[in-house]
């Protein structure tokens, strides 16, 4: 943040936030409760929230963001937004409430691998019967880059943190079979993005 009372803010949700809004509008419940995992400056909670007006929106991150996303929703002011919950998706504490569904922008590609292991286990436990995970950003298939500018990209954040980096679809499909989650669709976004959608697998 740029000042004590400055609203933080990240010119990437301006731009991927009404693509993103088509696909929500068009997989989740009007009515669902749905869990943001990693809501950053809170912009994307409060564009969603105001254009989903019957979706329950919980917002959620590690506690150092906690006050630029309340800065934004303060000022919105709408009442299916929820403060934002203390969420590191290392650790162990999840919330206890079952969500139709949970939703994440470009954050696996900057948790260490087993961190986004741990997240892909936990998820499910926090998801209703049937729910949907809604995973957005840039990622490999079969450790190939979908574009140049992707590329760049992963080389440019693995060089700044070498635990970063874009997550190969089929080491994610690995990981969430044995959570219990399966990829249902994997939805072209725009800038080389896209939506992997998950869906909660019943126990046999």
């Given amino acids: 943040m740029n000042g004590a009372h400055q609203k933080p803010f990240a010119q990437a949700?301006?731009?991927?936030?009404?693509?993103?809004l088509q696909v929500l509008r068009e997989k989740i419940r009007p009515n669902a409760q749905v869990?943001?995992?990693?809501?950053?400056?809170?912009?994307h909670a409060v564009q969603f929230?105001?254009?989903?007006?019957?979706?329950?929106?919980q917002t959620s991150d590690v506690e150092t963001m906690h006050e630029g996303i309340r800065l934004w929703l303060d000022e919105a002011k709408l009442d299916n937004l929820r403060?934002?919950?203390?969420?590191?998706?290392?650790?162990?504490?999840?919330?206890?409430t079952r969500y139709d569904a949970i939703f994440s922008a470009n954050t696996s590609h900057i948790m260490?691998?087993?961190v986004v292991e741990k997240m892909f286990t936990a998820i499910p436990r926090?998801?209703?019967?049937?729910?949907?995970?809604?995973?957005?950003?840039?990622?490999?298939?079969?450790g190939k880059h979908t574009s140049e500018s992707n590329w760049r990209f992963d080389r440019w954040i693995r060089a700044w943190e070498p635990h970063r980096g874009l997550r190969d679809v089929t080491w994610l499909k690995q990981?969430?079979?044995?959570?219990?989650?399966?990829?249902?669709?994997?939805i072209e976004m725009p800038a080389n993005n896209r939506i992997l959608?998950?869906?909660?697998?019943?126990?046999?």
């Avoid at 869990?35 to 912009?43: A, C, H, K, M, R």
């Avoid at 929230?49 to 929106?57: I, S």
């Avoid at 959608?197 to 046999?204: D, I, N």
């Fill in 13 to 20: 949700c301006e731009n991927n936030g009404p693509a993103i």
């Fill in 35 to 43: 869990l943001e995992i990693g809501s950053g400056t809170g912009q």
């Fill in 49 to 57: 929230a105001k254009a989903l007006p019957g979706v329950t929106w």
């Fill in 83 to 96: 403060a934002p919950l203390t969420l590191d998706v290392s650790g162990e504490q999840w919330p206890a």
């Fill in 112 to 114: 260490p691998a087993a």
């Fill in 126 to 142: 926090c998801l209703a019967d049937d729910g949907l995970f809604l995973l957005y950003g840039p990622f490999l298939y079969d």
């Fill in 175 to 186: 990981i969430a079979a044995t959570a219990g989650l399966q990829l249902d669709e994997d």
């Fill in 197 to 204: 959608l998950w869906r909660k697998q019943a126990r046999q």
